[in-house]
């Protein structure tokens, strides 16, 4: 028994864990097994590796020295959360994954493909996600959410978000050109719209993945809900 894993991916302030928790409510109102799951982070030491990442602790050292440290975040996530979860049959749904590294540090941070590459092969192995979505908005309208989410002025922005507008297009566009060389996994979403339009436009893609297995479930679930 294998699950599916599932990453969403984009700028900041995307919408990325807002569509995760409706998308999950939806998958286990279904009666599917689902953990949602976020990246840097996700296990304890992860998360202590996340938090060191985002206060900045690792930017002295440059890009590549925050490539090891994503990755070894990732190594303890895929360890201990994302394969049981995967092995148990379970529904992953995960906050940024890979993609990420390959769109701050490579894209942006400039370390070399072959690099990330290897990366790749060594951490996460064949657990590559089944289903890539793509969350895509101009860089000013998600920065200005991301902003009011920490509710404007009154707390600093981390690492990433404090970077120039420069940069965050430059990430959206890494994202686009990630999506174009991976048509079969990853999916490019309009996210400049209401969260209910996005829920709808990733549920299109996600139900065409779980295909009739979804339908079977469903039907099932209404069944065991009725009796
Ligand atoms: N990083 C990460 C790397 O550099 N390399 C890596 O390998 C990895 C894994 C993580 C940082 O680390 C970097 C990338 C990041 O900079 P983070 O805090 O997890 O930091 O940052 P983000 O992943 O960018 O998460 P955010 O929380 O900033 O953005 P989300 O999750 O995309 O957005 P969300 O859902 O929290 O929404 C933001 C606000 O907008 C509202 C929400 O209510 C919220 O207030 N909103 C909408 N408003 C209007 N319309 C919609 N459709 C909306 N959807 C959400």
Known sequence: MTGLFITLEG????????????????????????????????????????????????????????????SAARLDHLKAVIRPA????????????????????????????????????EVVGSTRPDLTLILDLPAEKGLARAAARRGGSASAPDRFEAENLFFHNKLRRAFKL???????RCVVIDA??????????IWEYVERLLGD???????AHEIKENV
Do not use: W
């Open 178 to 184: 990630i999506a174009k060389s991976e048509p079969d």
């Open 86 to 121: 995967l092995a148990r049959g379970d529904i992953v749904l995960c906050d940024r994954f890979a993609d990420s590294t390959r769109a701050y540090q490579g894209a942006l941070g400039a370390v070399h493909d072959d690099v990330l590459v290897a990366l790749e092969r």
């Open 192 to 201: 400049d719209r209401g969260a209910d339009e996005v829920a709808e436009a």
């Open 11 to 70: 700028g900041e302030g995307a919408g990325k864990s807002t569509q995760i928790a409706r998308l999950g409510e939806r998958l286990r109102g279904l009666g599917r097994s689902v953990v949602t799951t976020r990246e840097p982070g996700g296990s304890p030491r992860a998360e202590a590796i996340r938090e060191s990442i985002l206060a900045g602790h690792g930017k002295p050292f440059g890009p590549f020295a925050e490539a090891l440290m994503f």
């Open 213 to 219: 297995d979804i339908k079977n479930d469903s039907q």
